[in-house]
């Protein structure tokens, strides 16, 4: 009685080997495997974009002059004159100003 009992276990034990070799040759197991994915977050692709537009200005920028010796002539020239001091310069500014914060519609 006893060695039936033993030839049982170690008959089951084997079945299941087997079954376990046949499932690894066939290679397929009845489940499907997990598939890898990431997820960014929405900050994460908003970083992502602005990174992009900040590396596109920066690639504008640098391809400009550093000086502008023409804009650097007509200020200095302005200044000469007057200009900047003059009542219609400093309306044109007031208006651009308060534009600039919301205080006025800039079409006068």
Known sequence: MRINVITQS????FRKAENAKKVDKSGTTGRTAPIDRSDFSA??????????SIEAVSAS????DDIRTEKISEVQEKLKTGYYDS???????????LAEFGIQDPSP
């Open 61 to 64: 920028v640098s391809l400009q």
């Open 43 to 52: 900050g994460a692709q908003r970083l992502s974009t602005t990174k992009a």
């Open 10 to 13: 170690l008959q089951a034990e």
């Open 87 to 97: 009542p219609e310069f400093l309306d044109k500014l007031a208006v651009k100003l």
